[in-house]
């Protein structure tokens, strides 16, 4: 089974605009969201996509 067009993570620093129905990483700051996106990024082999200043996406295209 491939995944493809998915979301694989959402990263957020605010716990209140976290989505359900996919695993999320609540991060402290900006700084922890990118170091932990990029990581997200490699292991998923997935891209982060920045979606506002609190939330990123990792998706599988």
Do not use: Q
Request: include cysteine; aromatic fraction near 4%.
């Amino acid at each position: 089974m491939t995944l493809e067009k998915y979301i694989l993570a959402v990263l957020t620093t605010n716990p209140k605009k976290a989505p359900s129905g996919t695993t999320v990483f609540h991060c402290e700051d900006r700084m922890e969201m990118e170091g932990i996106a990029a990581n997200l990024e490699a292991i998923l082999d997935g891209i982060a996509h920045s979606i506002t200043e609190e939330i990123y996406v990792i998706v599988k295209h």
